[in-house]
């Protein structure tokens, strides 16, 4: 029998959500840098699409991502790019910027070193990029910030301690532990992310006691014909109290969720290519191929038997 692609379907007697969350997108760095920088320097990335961090062991520098105010960055703080646009990263002064792709920098596992090559670095960092061992990964990470800044943490402090020693030591298994130690680093950026003041998402919802239960339900039983009523005893609020709290924290009404949710799975279903499309449908709670086919033409913008040709083997 063929096996299922894994999502994200938490127990219902589990209370760390976030715990379950990160064990199911097993996050791990695809690379990690030693960058480094002295006197006058800029360097541009092209963009990446894909999520990417940095560390600052030492120093400080000056971080431009395009779309988003610049930000100084000092040493113990981490910052975590969800899509990685075209960014520069600079010294305070002047300084001619260098082109670089981060596809052929990653790819070389190197140490980089920006600015005067000779001496002592004023900076140093260690960047990289994470990949995520599930194929459920996008609904969580769309809810996070497009930048994550995290400073002033005390753990997060003692991560990034264990990185800086760890990157200097060079010893025997220390990719190994550079990526656990940048995953734990994702699990803290996440934790700020799905505090009071971060933005509206399924981070952000999982951090109410009230609307937890719900999306936990949501996501555990995708096929179920849901309404809000039931979502709403399940959260011990009224209906509407619940309709309003869960689209406020969310950033989308319960049932316009859910159809993301579904449409979700449908697409990592269909990119898996070991099940029917009338038995996806079944999945995500059509009664028919023919509405599930309506319903995510509607959504997608093609029918299933269209992105199943384009999303290939």
Known sequence: MAKSPQMFSPS???????????????????????????????VRYTEYGLPSFCIMLAGSALLAVDGERAITISAGDFVLLKATPAFTFSSFGTAPPVLLDPHQVGAQHADLRYGDPHGEPEMRSLGGAFVFDCDDAGLLLSSLPRMVHVRNSARLAMLVQMVKEESSAQQAGNQFMLSHLAGMLLVEAMRCASAGNAPPGLLRGLGDDRIAPALKQLHANVGHGWSVGQLASIAALSRSAFFERFT??????????????????????????ELSVAVIAERVGYGSTSAFSAAFSRHVGMAPSQYLRQAGP
Do not use: C
């Not at 969350?21 to 800029?42: C, E, M, T, Y």
């Open 248 to 273: 406020r924290l969310v950033g989308s009404a319960p049932m316009e969720y859910l159809l993301l949710l579904r449409m979700h799975v449908a697409k990592t279903l269909l990119r898996a290519n």
């Open 12 to 42: 219902p007697h589990s209370s760390d959500l976030l715990s379950e969350l990160v064990q199911l997108l097993r996050p791990h760095a695809a690379f990690a840098n030693i960058l480094s920088g002295k006197g006058d320097w800029a």
